[in-house]
């Protein structure tokens, strides 16, 4: 059998078609290799780190997201990419160096191969970039402070019900929205997190420890507070202004050993487990309804993403059938067309409790 991409292999071999003198040879990461390695000691990634890579230039390569160049790497392509919120653009990937991470170097990204030709004549790729800012220092500071027995912290982690550890303070005590400069008091229940920020910034200012319900204590008790806040509508009900973030966590579980060993408790556990992932594969999927007549019902279903298969009733009359599944939250808008399109009518979108598969 002989098809077209046969056919340019042959002529990639014989030297009558260039098909391998583009490709994908651009490297992922050129940041922190010895190839770029210009220290007395031989340390990489203290010599080249990606921090560096936005503003020197390399000696012996390039870098790039979906990078596509030369066999000669004089001519290199590559994706160049900002989401609004950086600081920087987005044009390689990013990792952590090998005393960063808690298992060693590492990449920190979300990026997937799909499909290629071997003539490279048609690549495929899928790289996602948040539409928020990429946490760059806290995917260092959090597998740093992390031991080897730990799992890693991934992009991923990021994203699941996001609360940020803030302070805040009424509003009538700023002075062009900054704290005044005279002894502070600062309520909040985390004690070590507030006083390393306290020694951070260089503030005149003492720790009161509260135990719940901090955003009431200014201005009477305290001058500002230190509290997480994930919408930040509590704050701003009691008149507190954000003036600084001290960090961003998100959502765990966490279980002792001792009890993971007991069967008894281990059970309770699983349940729980299973109960929350239910909660939050809820928050990723919709229900979608929809009508079909019976002649187009094959091709709704073709086009209806769903967790195993679609149900499936029978409309009143024989006058059709009535399809419902739970689909992606995030392919619903690109989902609903195509319903249309295949012959599907009155479509209903509806939200969803808990999801137990």
Not at 75 to 86: E, F, H, K, R, T
Not at 90 to 105: S, V
């Amino acid at each position: 059998m002989s098809t077209s991409e046969h056919q340019k292999l042959k002529a990639a071999r014989t030297g009558d078609g260039a098909w391998r003198r583009f490709g994908p040879y651009l490297s992922e990461r050129q940041w922190g290799t010895v190839r770029e390695d210009y220290s007395p000691g031989g340390t990489a990634w203290d010599s080249f780190p990606h921090d560096a890579a936005r503003s020197r230039a390399y000696r012996w390569g390039e870098d790039g997201i979906g990078g596509f160049s030369d066999d000669q790497q004089l001519i290199c392509l590559s994706v160049g990419l900002w989401n609004g919120n950086d600081p920087i653009l987005k044009e390689r990937l990013f990792g952590l160096a090998g005393p960063e991470g808690n298992h060693g170097e590492d990449v920190k990204e979300l990026y997937y191969y799909l499909d290629a030709t071997p003539s490279h004549s048609y690549l495929q790729m899928l790289y996602k970039y948040p539409h928020a800012a990429f946490p760059y220092e806290r995917l260092v500071r959090e597998n740093r402070s992390r031991g080897k027995s730990e799992p890693e912290f991934e992009l991923l982690d990021t994203g699941l019900d996001p609360v940020r550890l803030v302070a805040a303070a009424p509003v009538a005590l700023l002075e062009g929205g900054v704290l005044p400069r005279r002894p502070l008091v600062i309520a909040s229940e985390y004690q070590r997190l507030t006083q390393d920020w306290i020694g951070l910034r260089a503030l005149d200012a003492s720790f009161l420890r509260s135990y719940g319900a901090t955003e009431v204590f200014p201005p009477e008790d305290a001058d500002l507070i230190v509290d997480n806040t994930a919408t930040g509508a509590t704050l701003a009900a009691n008149n507190l202004a954000i003036v600084d973030e001290l960090m961003a966590s998100t959502t765990r579980l966490i279980a002792h050993p001792a009890a993971l060993a007991d069967p008894l408790r281990r059970g309770g556990i699983e349940r729980l487990v299973m109960l929350c992932a239910a909660v939050l594969e809820a928050r990723r999927r919709v229900m979608l309804e929809v009508n079909v007549s019976a002649d187009r019902l094959d091709a709704v279903c073709a086009v209806l993403p769903c967790m195993r298969e679609p149900t499936i009733g029978q409309l009143r009359g024989d006058a059709g059938y009535a399809v419902k599944a739970a689909v992606p939250r995030a392919e619903v808008a690109l989902v609903i067309p195509l319903i249309k399109a295949a012959g599907g009518c009155d479509i209903v979108v509806s939200e969803l409790s808990q999801i137990v598969p």
